[in-house]
């Protein structure tokens, strides 16, 4: 059975990039002339991905009125607004409680990272009942050489076997609605430590992807993705 809904995190103050994000959403943050979440937006439509919840705090007037209800792109945007931040599970449980997001997997996206990954690769993943997330995995960038999670026969893990190699997380997943059974409406959460203790019972599993990526955290990243997409043909850009 196909995913047909994706979540994108966007509720971030993006504080690295201050000032820039103090009157702008870090989402709305232009890559070539695009803000970041409509690369994503646009990729995840390609992907034949049209129902897409989006979490929105910090400037959520700001971005909700940038994006509307997703027509513009062909997409139907549903939006999970917090009035105090939720983190990530929090949020998530939110959209979920909410409607916003259907109880069936979904495609997660964080709103910060831009890629060239082909989305169309997760539509035909199928989690096993008993399984958690499918996390997308990067070679360490420069800014976490330490890395986050081992993979170790498909499965994902806190720490490697036998001095095997740390990965980054991408920032791109599959999840099961699952992850954040347990958690109560209004109560912020992040995900990792929920990853964390799914990966103990053998419920994550992962791809390592050789994909072009960057985490936009900070002034110096936006500035090297930006000079990435611009020396690339035009096709590269705004797709």
Do not use: C
Request: proline residues 6%; charged residues 20%.
């Amino acid at each position: 059975m196909s995913i047909t809904q994706a979540m994108i995190l966007a509720a971030g103050k993006g504080t690295r990039l201050r000032p820039l994000t103090e009157t702008i959403p870090k989402p709305l943050v232009e890559v070539a002339g695009q803000p970041l979440i409509v690369w994503h937006i646009k990729a995840l439509k390609a992907a034949g991905i049209t129902d897409i919840t989006i979490n929105a705090s910090w400037l959520a007037d700001t971005l909700t009125a940038a994006l509307g209800n997703g027509e513009k792109f062909g997409v139907n945007l549903k939006w999970s607004v917090e009035v105090e931040p939720l983190e990530t599970a929090g949020g998530i449980f939110q959209a979920l409680q909410s409607g916003a997001l259907k109880d069936a997997p979904f495609i997660l996206v964080n709103s910060d990272v831009w890629t060239t990954y082909d989305f169309a690769q997760l539509v035909d993943y199928e989690l096993s009942p008993d399984q958690k997330a499918h996390l997308l995995l990067i070679d360490n960038p420069s800014h976490n050489h330490s890395g986050d999670f081992a993979l170790n026969n498909g499965l994902v893990s806190e720490q490697p076997i036998a001095g095997g190699d740390k990965f980054t997380f991408s920032g791109i997943s599959v999840m099961s609605p699952r992850l954040v059974d347990g958690l109560v409406h209004g109560q912020a959460a992040p995900l990792a430590p929920l990853l964390r203790q799914a990966m103990m019972k053998f419920q994550v599993s992962g791809d390592i992807i050789k994909d072009n990526w960057i985490d936009v955290g900070t002034p110096e990243r936006l500035t090297e993705v930006n000079e990435f997409v611009q020396s690339k043909n035009p096709e590269h850009q705004g797709r």
